[in-house]
């Protein structure tokens, strides 16, 4: 299915919006998740992917923290570069600044707090863009958040678009 969306420079058929904890782990070869989340990739262009421009902040903020417990620690110049190696293979996609706001409203309104806004945020813009998968390594979390958008792993992935 063909879908337009106010970021993506044409009209693309989009397979899954991808979360910033996916991108991280395709960043990262010593993370956890590294293979399967690489191998997203790995079919030469079969699938055409999506990441929410806000999730590129999210995991510029993780890569190139400098906390005691700041497990990447990229440089601003290596975090740069990562992100644009994702950004060259993927679609751009956004929430108008209204919709953020109301999405954080929203989120406010029901009680949420912390990071999970950030999960709100990437579930509004696949909602917004006529998405109707994210690929992500917090399954739970995004599935409670939206209920009507198939959720699963990039392994999972992998096994129902074979």
């Given at each position: ?13 989009i397979d899954a ?16 998740h590294h293979a ?127």
């Amino acid at each position: 299915m063909k879908r337009s969306t106010p970021f993506a420079s044409a009209i693309v058929a989009i397979d899954a919006l991808l979360d910033s904890n996916v991108v991280i782990a395709m960043l990262v070869e010593a993370h956890e998740h590294h293979a399967p989340s690489s191998n997203l990739f790995a079919d030469d262009g079969r699938w055409q992917f999506a990441v929410a421009a806000h999730s590129f902040a999210e995991a510029y903020s993780t890569l190139t923290r400098r906390t005691e417990r700041a497990p990447f620690r990229f440089t601003p110049e290596e975090a740069r570069a990562a992100l644009d190696s994702i950004r060259a293979i993927t679609i751009l996609v956004g929430l108008t600044p209204a919709r953020t706001y109301a999405a954080i409203r929203d989120y406010a309104q029901g009680g949420g707090i912390g990071a999970r806004l950030y999960d709100r945020l990437i579930g509004e813009a696949a909602v917004a863009n006529g998405i109707g998968r994210i690929v992500t390594w917090n399954v739970g979390h995004m599935q409670r958040l939206f209920p009507n958008i198939d959720v699963m792993t990039p392994e999972r992935f992998a096994r129902v678009r074979d």
